[in-house]
């Protein structure tokens, strides 16, 4: 298709969809969720004493804010959410667990890959959603989006890139994430 005044190509904006809409805030709640587990194996392995477990308890209060304003949202737009649930409650308690027992740099290691993919996918929706008429959403992903960052920077802050086989945990770990956002959009 062409503008006819110009012969230049027409951009057709295609807007989002209830279902692409539902598919964000159904993701995201997941996401919120698991990253819950994450910390939360993290504590039960690294205990109130460790060096890093108040920053971590500080990003895993966040986290459940996140969740929480999440939760409110599935049941106020009746959406659906992740049918997977039980499985990213063992899976992230599991990574947490797992990379805390290699050690407070592995734990923040796993903090620093997930936030980084958090942040591409919160970024990926933000351009999404510029499109449209979802102010609270996007607001909310924005929001969410700083505390992630701010997530990311006190674990390379404490040491992440200097977990024993960062490169390998960090790109595992990182794939592990892309995998369930795709998986968790759709389930």
């Not at 939760?71 to 106020?76: C, H, L, Q, W, Y």
């Not at 409650?89 to 734990?107: D, E, F, I, Q």
């Not at 999404?128 to 997530?151: C, K, T, V, Y």
Request: with cysteine; proline share 4%; net charge negative.
């Amino acid at each position: 298709m062409t503008d006819a005044k110009s012969g230049a190509p027409h951009s057709i904006k295609v807007g989002r969809t209830k279902a692409d809409i539902a598919s964000m805030i159904r993701v995201n709640q997941a996401g919120e969720y698991g990253a819950k587990q994450i910390y939360k194996g993290q504590l039960a392995v690294m205990g109130d004493d460790a060096p890093d477990s108040g920053a971590i308890r500080h990003m895993a209060d966040q986290e459940q804010r996140h969740l929480d304003a999440f939760d409110r949202m599935i049941v106020e737009r009746n959406v659906r959410p992740t049918l997977l649930q039980p499985f990213w409650k063992v899976a992230g308690y599991a990574l947490g667990a797992g990379t805390a027992a290699m050690g407070p740099r592995a734990a923040m290691a796993c903090t620093a890959a997930v936030e980084t993919e958090i942040d591409h996918h919160y970024q990926e929706q933000l351009e999404a959603l510029e499109s449209e008429n979802d102010p609270e959403l996007a607001d909310m992903i924005a929001d969410f989006r700083e505390e992630e960052l701010e997530h990311k920077e006190t674990a390379l802050a404490s040491g992440a890139e200097d977990a024993p086989g960062y490169p390998l945990l960090s790109a595992a770990i990182r794939l592990g994430c892309r995998v369930a956002i795709g998986i968790s959009k759709r389930v």
